[in-house]
């Protein structure tokens, strides 16, 4: 039960995702291709009315599990957060340990995640230092069964667009995974930016192969490239 509670099993998605695959494998049509986070400007999103950004972090911003930016990465975002019209949160389903290292990383970007307990969803944000559970409220709950709800999911954007204050017209998620940022997005009713992923030699081999898998999948069901591409 440990990678359910943590988030730490990218096994711990495939078992979520498989039976909804079929399905999911629809939603994977980004609305933007980019082949880099530069043709991400605020320009550009103030163009397409996005007042809110939902970030995935790993292989998007930085390589898996690492704490420091891949370079083509930084500044644009960096140029991003300083927009003041722009607002930014960070979706995690990854390990408490990185849970709490994406909150040094970003102090001023609320991280978020879920977690489902007996059928009730609980929602989690570390933001500016501060845990909104105790240490105690979170070993309670993990004790009794708790687990983090990963990407895909409807209920996480749903979460995501609260915290931005946003509605789903005005938001964009920006993700380097069709399945678990693009499908999630599209399940949220939001729009996706599709970037490549950033230093893929430092992934996980279970990793990387979900990643060959997906592209696979993406290939079969839409082709290559995508829509609106940057």
Known sequence: MRSLASGSSSLTTFVQVAPRLLSLVGRMRPTWHVSSLAAVTPDFL???????????????????????????????????????????????????????QLGEMLPTVPILR????????????????VDSWSPEELAGRLAEGAHVVRKP????VGYALCELGCNRSQAVMIGDQY???????????????????????????????????????YSLAHGGGGSGSR
Do not use: C, M
């Open 46 to 100: 103030r163009a397409n009315g996005v007042a809110g950004v939902i970030w995935d972090v790993d292989g998007t911003l930085t390589g898996d599990r690492r704490t420091a930016f891949v370079p083509e990465s930084e500044a644009p975002f960096r140029t991003l957060l300083a927009a003041g019209d722009l607002r930014h949160v960070v979706l995690s389903n990854a390990s408490e340990e990185r849970f709490r």
């Open 114 to 129: 879920g977690y489902a307990l007996r059928g009730s969803l609980l929602f989690r944000k570390l933001y500016q230092g």
């Open 153 to 156: 999911s409807a209920d996480l």
């Open 179 to 217: 399945l678990t940022d693009v499908a999630g997005a599209s399940l949220g009713g939001v729009r996706s930016i599709k970037l490549p992923t950033l230093a893929p030699e430092t992934f996980r081999r279970s990793v990387r192969l979900s990643q060959v898998l997906e592209g696979l999948l």
